[in-house]
């Protein structure tokens, strides 16, 4: 058995980790207070994996759940106690060679005041309702015709 490749990240009320193994089957995941149980054998190259974590702090076993795709298993441990950070996904500090951060969905929302979230949401609805580059005016009035037939259009200065 091997440990699979795993990426996490913290939230207010939940903590995330992705077990990133494609075309998983057998998934096993095992939520208890401050323990946490994978296991599953990959579908390309039948390799068992098993990984068994010791969590940094008490989870809500009923509220955490997790989703299987065809390239990876998604678990959201929810906190026993909300809004307090986690600084590692472990126990101990130990370095674990299968364990990584997932940077790209990391966020310090330690310090965020509820007005600073209120404002990051209010301006995220307000980039998405921006349109994209279709909704661009035609700043310098040119019409979508070839320069050829611009020329033809222009007065003659002579």
Not at 2 to 11: E, F, G, T, V
Not at 60 to 89: M, N, V, Y
Request: net charge negative.
């Amino acid at each position: 058995m091997h440990p699979a490749a795993a990426k996490w990240y913290d939230r207010r009320d939940c903590v995330f980790i992705e077990f990133l193994v494609e075309d998983s089957k057998d998934v096993n995941v095992n939520f208890e207070k401050s323990k946490f149980g994978f296991s599953c054998l990959s579908g390309t190259d039948n390799i068992k994996y098993s990984n068994e974590i010791d969590l940094f702090d008490s989870i809500d076993q009923d509220g955490s759940k997790h989703r299987r795709t065809d390239r990876s298993i998604l678990c959201c441990l929810r906190k026993a106690e909300s809004g307090k950070s986690w600084p590692r996904l472990t126990k101990d500090k130990a370095k674990l060679n299968w364990l990584s951060v997932d940077f790209n969905n990391w966020k310090d929302w330690e310090d965020d005041s509820e007005e600073d979230l209120s404002n990051y949401d209010r301006f995220s609805e307000m980039m998405g309702n921006m349109g994209g580059e279709d909704d661009l005016p035609d700043l310098d009035g040119a019409d979508d015709e070839s320069a050829d037939s611009d020329e033809e259009k222009m007065p003659d200065l002579e």
